[in-house]
């Protein structure tokens, strides 16, 4: 495999357990575990069996010390990130939802350590020798001017440095409060903006692309959990018309009856072929996963890009319909693991896509 290199925030996640409230909790005990999406697509990656290295700034504390060597124990290169005496590990906290109540992200992220971090402090040009792929997102540029311009420099290095770079769009609407003068969309949007046109490979749903980029597609209500699949290559194509050094487009397709029941699937358009793929398919016709009783969804656009950076990297699979096959199956499996990280091997990922879908024991 090649060598993939991702760069971003990660944190600590607090959790109450189960499907507890922070009311019915506090003061009292949460589950803590490390999450990030950068952080999250390098784990996927190493534990699909990629050679993957980690880049963030960490403080120099116990916090920090623990949070390097989870990643570690995972087989992620650990050795570039930046520990600092500035900052602090950022944090978030999340109440898993259930039927018609929505589960809830809360953040405490100002001030952290990668917030606080220069451009100049990270080595890009050493970094990114021998990489094969990048992958960065619209989350670490929300979180501080500083962090957007450490973005954009490592992005440019890599484009000059002929390393193919990915991007999730991610927009996040309680971040983006960095600038007093412009509000959260259009910010995103200028920042972005500075990014995409480094970007090969760009993952983003409909909301994203129409936050960020003013591009929607017709008669999909993503609030209302309703989507209009042959909609999607259209805004695929029209991202590409704007950013023509994009080569392929993916997004996610859910549709969230409740927030313990989706239907789940992915596309990935092929700008040079325009055409588009889509998974699971059954039949030739696009036919998304039903998932019923969702664990947790935090982190599943993570495992769709890290499954489809694994299979478009690897020559076990026919092209991009395949790619995007694993990707999908990929995610859909993250929805039945608690926390960010996927913890799922190729195995488990290929007997989905085979047709296992019944979650026998296997003994």
Same mark, same amino acid.
């Given at each position: ?21 922070? #009311? ?59 520990? !600092? ?12 939802? =259930?039927? #018609? ?23 890009? $040009?050493?970094?990114?020798? +021998? ?6 997102? +619209?989350?670490?540029? =929300?979180? !501080?001017?500083? &962090? %957007? ?10 484009? /000059? ?22 509000? $959260?969309?259009?910010?995103?949007? #200028? ?5 995409? $046109? ?5 993952? %983003? ?17 993503? #609030?209302?959990?309703?989507? /209009? ?6 805004? &695929? ?21 409740? =927030?313990?029941?989706?239907?789940? +699937?992915?596309?990935?358009?092929? &700008? ?12 030739? /016709?696009? /036919? ?16 769709? %890009? ?12 026919? +092209? ?15 929805? !039945?693991? %608690? ?5 799922? !091997? ?18």
């Amino acid at each position: 495999m090649s060598h993939f290199v991702t760069f971003g925030e990660i944190m600590g996640r607090l959790a109450p357990p189960g499907m507890l409230r922070l #009311q019915q909790t506090l003061p009292g005990s949460l589950d803590m575990m490390f999450a990030g999406a950068e952080a999250n697509v390098a784990v996927s990656l190493a534990i699909l069996g990629a050679d993957v290295s980690y880049v963030t700034a960490l403080p120099i504390n116990p916090l920090g010390d623990a949070c390097v060597a989870s990643l570690r124990a995972l087989g992620i290169d650990t050795s570039r990130i930046v520990r !600092s005496d500035q900052g602090r590990l950022g944090l978030f906290f999340v109440e898993t939802g =259930a039927n #018609q109540r929505p589960s809830r992200v809360i953040y405490d992220r100002s001030a952290s350590t990668i917030s606080v971090t220069p451009a100049e402090d990270y080595d890009w $040009p050493s970094i990114l020798n +021998g990489a094969r792929g990048l992958h960065v997102t +619209g989350i670490t540029p =929300a979180v !501080s001017r500083t &962090a %957007a311009e450490a973005t954009i420099q490592c992005v440019q290095q890599a484009k /000059e440095a002929g390393v193919t770079v990915s991007c999730d769009l991610n927009f996040r609407a309680k971040l983006w409060r960095w600038s007093e003068e412009t509000d $959260p969309k259009t910010l995103a949007g #200028q920042v972005m903006r500075k990014v995409l $046109p480094s970007v090969d490979l760009l993952i %983003a749903n409909e909301e994203d692309c129409g936050d960020v980029l003013g591009i929607h597609a017709a008669h999909s209500d993503v #609030q209302a959990g309703r989507i /209009e699949v042959e909609a999607y290559p259209d805004v &695929a194509r029209q991202v590409v018309e704007q950013f023509p050094n994009v080569r392929m487009v993916a997004t996610t397709l859910r549709e969230s009856y409740s =927030a313990s029941h989706n239907n789940w +699937g992915a596309m990935l358009y092929d &700008a040079q072929e325009d055409r588009a793929y889509f998974a699971p398919e059954e039949d030739g /016709e696009y /036919e998304p996963y039903e998932i019923r009783n969702i664990v947790d969804r935090v982190g599943g656009g993570d495992s769709f %890009a890290a499954g489809l950076l694994f299979a478009l990297d690897c020559d076990d699979f026919a +092209g991009p319909g395949e790619a995007v096959g694993f990707a999908a199956a990929a995610s859909c499996l993250a929805h !039945s693991v %608690a926390g960010d990280f996927n913890y799922v !091997s190729r195995a488990e990922v290929e007997a989905l896509m085979g047709g296992s879908t019944t979650g026998r024991v296997v003994r």
